[in-house]
C-alpha cells in the first residue's frame, strides 16, 4: 500500500523538490497526495503543479487567529487522507491541538543539529558560536519548538573560511539526502514514533538520532 503524504510549504520548495524526485525512484512506497501553501507566492506550489500533483492555498491572513487556521488546515489536509504530514519550510508555529491530531504522524528538518541552536539564524549562530560541526535534523514534532524526538540528522565540519551562506549551501544539500531518507522509512513501515521515542527498525534511535557525517 502506498504512503500518503501532504507536504505544507511556505516557500521556494526546495525540500519539496527533493521529496518528489524520491517519490519518483523504484520501490518508495511514499506517494505526495498534496501540497498546502499559507502563501500564494511560494514557488514550491508550482514544483507541485509541474509534477502533477494537488495543490491547495490557505492564506493564514484570512483567519481570525491560529486556532482557525489550523482546525481549517487539518479539515484541508484531511480531505486527502494522509498517513503523514511533512513540513517543507512550513513557516507557521503550529497549535498544540494540530500537532496533538497528527502525533507521530508528522515531520519537521531543521537547519542545525538539535537541540542545538533551534529557532532561526542558525547558521549565523552556529558560527558566532564556534561550532566545529553543524548541520541538519529531521525530527517528530511535538509542542515544543523544533523539538520531539529526532530520527536522522546530517553532521558536517564548519571550515575556517565558511559564511552563514555558505554554510546554509552545504545544509541545504544534506537536508535534501536525510529529509527524503526520513520520509522513505516512514513510508516502508521502519519509522515508527513510539512511547520512548522515535523507532526504526523495531529498535529505538539514539537521542540524536540517525547519524550521517559528511
Not at 492564506?59 to 488546515?73: S, V
Not at 549551501?169 to 513501515?189: N, T
Request: aromatic share 4%.
Amino acid at each position: 500500500m502506498p504512503c500518503n503524504v501532504v507536504v505544507l510549504i511556505s516557500g521556494s520548495g526546495s525540500n519539496l523538490q527533493a521529496l518528489i524526485d524520491s517519490v519518483a525512484q523504484d520501490g518508495n512506497p511514499a506517494r505526495i497526495g498534496a501540497v498546502i501553501s499559507n502563501r500564494a507566492d511560494a514557488y514550491g506550489l508550482q514544483r507541485a503543479k509541474q509534477a502533477g500533483i494537488a495543490t491547495e492555498l490557505l492564506d493564514h491572513k484570512q483567519f481570525d487567529g491560529r486556532e482557525a487556521f489550523d482546525a481549517a488546515l487539518i479539515q484541508a489536509i484531511e480531505a486527502h487522507q494522509p498517513d503523514l504530514v511533512v513540513l517543507a519550510g512550513f513557516m507557521r508555529i503550529l497549535t498544540p491541538g494540530f500537532v496533538q491530531h497528527y502525533a507521530g504522524r508528522l515531520l519537521n528538518i531543521h537547519p542545525s543539529l538539535l537541540p542545538r541552536h533551534k529557532g532561526l539564524h542558525t547558521h549565523q549562530r552556529a558560527l558566532e558560536a564556534g561550532d566545529s560541526e553543524h548541520g541538519c535534523s529531521v525530527h517528530f514534532v511535538t509542542e515544543e519548538l523544533d523539538g520531539g524526538p529526532l530520527v536522522v540528522q546530517a553532521v558536517l565540519p564548519v571550515m575556517a573560511d565558511d559564511t552563514a551562506e555558505s554554510l546554509a549551501s552545504r545544509v541545504h544539500q544534506q537536508e535534501h539526502q536525510i529529509y527524503p531518507l526520513a520520509v522513505r522509512w516512514f513510508a516502508e513501515g521502519r519509522l515508527r514514533l513510539g512511547a520512548q521515542g522515535a523507532m526504526l527498525d523495531g529498535e529505538p534511535l539514539p537521542a540524536s538520532g540517525h547519524l550521517i557525517r559528511t
